[in-house]
């Protein structure tokens, strides 16, 4: 089945210490999408990439980098985990005209 | 922010009975979608609407869209236990990429 993979679904990371959150899809969509949904809140776009155009959203903070080697594969990388970065971190697949969003089941960040 | 706002934040129903959810929005949209999240999970699209449409059917939901009102209403008929989630809205801006901006959630419980 076509899916949207997030690996893992469970991190544990220390203050400051770099961590990397992958994101895989087979749908093949040209968009893939970052959220962050923090607990009992609404999921926040950190950022998007429409094939390899990097789009980021204004309050997104430079702690969050990302990056889309291939169509496949689009990764978070948070430089310098802070306490409240942790959060559940959303990834999506979606096409390029405005339509529905497949989500991946999340990966769960935790920073001690 | 172009984040909305739903009502209520929790609703609690025996099963059997209907569950209505509201969404209340601030700019012009393309579309309005309907997402259901079950507890530590990702995200699960259920129905969208488009801002020339005023309702529509999908099995046990029916979503109606004014946006004159800039508001929308979710209805889950003859509930279930399984539908025991968060359901949020998330509106597709009338210019850009397919960006998604979601609701702060409302979370139903569904009593067997």
């Known amino acids: 089945d076509a899916m949207v993979i997030q690996n893992p679904r469970y991190q544990v990371t220390q203050f400051g210490k770099p961590v990397t959150l992958s994101c895989s899809q087979t749908?093949?969509?040209?968009?893939m999408y970052w959220y962050q949904q923090k607990s009992s809140q609404a999921p926040k776009l950190l950022f998007h990439?429409?094939?390899?155009?990097?789009?980021n959203e204004a309050d997104t903070p430079d702690n969050f980098q990302s990056r889309r080697p291939n169509t496949s594969f689009c990764f978070l990388d948070i430089r310098s985990p802070g306490l409240g970065d942790a959060a559940m971190y959303l990834c999506?697949?979606?096409?390029?005209?405005?339509?529905?969003?497949?989500f991946g089941p999340g990966t769960r960040l935790t920073v001690l | 922010s172009q984040q909305g706002e739903e009502d209520p934040q929790a609703l609690s129903i025996q099963e059997g009975e209907n569950a209505t959810m509201n969404c209340s929005y601030k700019t012009s949209i393309n579309n309005l979608q309907w997402y259901r999240q079950n507890s530590g999970r990702g995200l699960v699209h259920l129905i969208l609407i488009r801002s020339n449409e005023r309702e529509k059917h999908s099995g046990r939901l029916r979503v109606t869209l004014d946006t004159s009102k800039k508001s929308s209403s979710l209805l889950i008929t003859a509930s279930r236990a399984a539908d025991t989630a968060s359901y949020f809205c998330?509106?597709?801006?009338?210019?850009?990429?397919?960006?998604?901006?979601f609701g702060t959630g409302t979370r139903l419980t569904v009593i067997p």
């Open positions: 999506a697949a979606g096409g390029p005209t405005y339509n529905e969003q497949f």
């Open positions: 990439y429409y094939d390899k155009d990097f789009n």
């Open positions: 998330a509106t597709g801006p009338q210019t850009g990429a397919n960006n998604l901006f």
């Open positions: 749908l093949n969509h040209n968009v």
